[in-house]
């Protein structure tokens, strides 16, 4: 089961089939179920926020507390044995170290999470002999290796085991952070529709730490990727960030006067910064359409520009200045809702109207 933010379960599903991760069975709320490929195939997808074996699942068990003893028959009844030998299989280890689990549902219940969450780790944490750090004094778990989720849908009461260590949205690449940053399973869903080719040009021009090229190489690792910002702290991250990165480069430009000659730029990858964390600087201060002229100005004929933008209002100044919008698609993140877009140039002469059908 990939567990995902609310908007990217079709880009998820996509991910898995195209990197032949797995047969997808089914997509949910904030889930891809699939069958995965064989353990020697398999990585996690990155547009993944958690990865999870499928542990056991029962019908719902309703809103009454009384049916809490459903979720300890479902715990007893699992075979960890046979669990924790497919999570070795898949690259987890096969002892845990500890249960930590954390559950959500759908509708009104008589119980709250921690009662759920506490029903399910107790009973694990009896029968595996390690410790269960409950959540219910509001201190997030340690880091411990055992992280296991319940979800109640209505439907079915669904338990999983996390097959990593750590779920999977924390990158070994993101040591260094600043406000804004982008969540790395959202980069890595822009960057798979961006749809890099090899040897192609990827601009960020507005880079931040990094987030989007970085992916956008794992993605493509035969592009060249080029990130400009105006801050000095957000260079000094992405440089931080990138040092695994080869094929990534950072610089100070201001993204309203790109150093870059016209029709140069494959594929832009971009949250630019507008919004209530990040302030537009430089020459793109009040002057917003500035970035989409420039933008604009770069592509070749045949590039394209995905960006994140929290309102669709904004498109009508990148319309104006002759780009197309070929996909909206709305996620919600951390409270927010803001868009995935992407963007063509218009053709200069009436032939754009193949150029966004071929997009579909
Ligand atoms: C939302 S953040 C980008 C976050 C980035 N994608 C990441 O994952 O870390 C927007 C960035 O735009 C930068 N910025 C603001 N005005 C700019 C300008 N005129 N030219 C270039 N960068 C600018 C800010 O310094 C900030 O790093």
């Known amino acids: 089961m990939a567990r995902c933010i609310r908007g990217l379960e079709p880009i998820a ?3 898995i089939l195209r990197a032949e991760l797995g047969t997808v069975t089914g997509l949910g709320h904030r889930e891809v179920r699939f069958q995965a490929a064989p ?39 699992l075979d960890l044995d046979s669990l924790l030998a497919r999570r070795r299989a898949y690259g987890g280890r096969g002892r845990l170290t500890g249960v930590e689990v954390s559950a959500s549902f759908l509708g009104r219940r008589n119980f709250n999470r921690y009662d759920a969450e506490d029903v399910i780790g107790s009973a694990l944490a009896r029968r595996l002999g390690v410790p269960y750090r409950s959540r219910r004094d509001g201190t997030p778990p340690p880091d411990l290796d055992g992280g296991w989720r319940l979800t109640l849908d209505g439907e079915h009461a669904t338990l999983m085991l996390r097959i990593g260590l750590r779920p999977a ?20 869903a822009m960057a798979i529709l ?13 880079c931040g ?3 989007l090229l970085i992916e956008a190489e794992r993605a493509q690792p035969l592009g060249r990727f080029q990130g400009y910002d105006l801050d000095p702290a957000a260079l000094r991250a992405a440089r931080v960030n990138a040092a695994g990165s080869t094929a990534v480069r950072v610089g100070a ?15 832009v990858v971009a949250n630019p910064p507008w919004g209530a964390q990040v302030r537009a600087g430089g020459r793109l201060a009040g002057a917003p ?27 009508a100044a990148a319309i104006r200045y002759g780009l197309v919008p070929t996909y909206v698609q709305q996620v919600s993140l951390f409270g927010s809702r803001p868009s995935v877009v992407r963007l063509v140039p218009r053709e200069p002469s009436g032939g754009s109207d193949d150029r966004i059908r071929r997009d579909h």
């Open 209 to 211: 730490a990094g987030t």
């Open 253 to 267: 430009a201001d993204a309203g006067d790109l150093p870059l000659a016209d029709g140069s730029v494959d594929r």
């Open 194 to 206: 961006a749809d890099v080719l090899p040897g192609q040009r990827v601009l960020d021009p507005c």
């Open 13 to 15: 599903a996509t991910e």
């Open 289 to 315: 359409e500035r970035w989409w002229a420039e933008i604009r100005r770069v592509l070749t004929p045949t590039g394209s520009a995905v960006v994140l933008i929290p309102d669709t209002g904004d498109l």
């Open 169 to 188: 949205h924390r990158r070994d690449y993101k040591r260094a952070t600043i406000p804004g940053t982008l969540h790395p399973p959202v980069a890595a």
């Open 39 to 77: 353990p020697a195939r398999w990585i996690e997808p990155r547009t993944a926020d958690d990865v999870f074996l499928l542990a056991g699942r029962i019908p719902d068990i309703g809103r009454v507390r009384a049916g809490l003893g459903g979720l300890a028959e479902l715990t007893a009844a």
